[in-house]
């Protein structure tokens, strides 16, 4: 069921986006080589606990941890343990919190200390694909406009999008209608309109689109082992230019001047 927001719940859900940004930035910024993937989750959960704010993630369909930290090959739900990040790595975070009742959802990829010319540039890619999708997050738009810009774009820069997992509607849940898948896909072809809150979320590989989840039931790789990066924001369908609510000060007006 595609749940649309009224002002007084978009008051309420602009708090729970700031916050899930806020920790997303401030986890991002901590990430130092030789610390361990649980240490980052701790120093996300802290944050989370100091804003009012506490994990959209732990226990949904029982998983163990604060956030999804994912690296290199790791595509999504990488979860927080003994592996420590080394200089040059990339490391997907997704920061998913639950504040007043509802969600905010967001996510990045970030180089540990510096990282190869070819692994930035996928998450250049990945980032502004991000972007060309929430251009499309107009009202009387279709989802599929959304999947087609952002498949076009990581296509024709010679990578390849995710296919089986997407971005998708969020508000009072984590996960409500619609989808919104990276590419195109005639089943999810809804009509976009005002009150609609959405996660656009491109997942990008370097390599093929395939992927696999590990033997703890949990984390997503490529299949062939290259790089992968992931960014998300949580957007609101207006009667205007979509709002990114967990980025506030990157309307699309204010991007399309830069």
Known sequence: MIVLKNERDLEAMRPACAIARIVLEETAASIQPGMSTREIDR?????????GAKSAFLGYRKFPCNTCISINEQ??????GDRKVEFGDIVS???????????????KTVAVGGCSVEAQRLMDVTEKSLYEGIAKAVAGNRVTDISK???????????????????????????????????????CNQKLRP???????????????ETKILNDGWTVVTKDG????????????????????????????KLKAQ
């Open 149 to 187: 810009a952002i498949q076009k774009y990581v296509e024709g820069n010679g990578y390849s999008v995710v296919r089986e997992f997407v971005g998708h509607g969020v508000g009072r849940t984590m996960h409500e209608e619609p989808q919104i898948p990276n590419y195109v896909d005639p089943k």
């Open 93 to 107: 975070l997704d920061v998913g919190v639950v504040y007043r009742g509802f969600i905010g959802d967001t996510a």
């Open 226 to 253: 290259q790089l992968s990066a992931h960014f998300e924001h949580t957007v609101l369908i207006t009667e205007s230019e979509p709002e990114i609510m967990t980025c506030p000060e990157k309307m699309l007006s």
């Open 195 to 209: 009150g609609m809150t959405i996660a656009i979320e491109p997942m990008v590989n370097a390599g093929g689109p």
């Open 43 to 51: 120093f996300a959960a802290s944050r989370m606990k100091h804003h």
């Open 75 to 80: 595509v999504v739900h990488g979860m927080g």
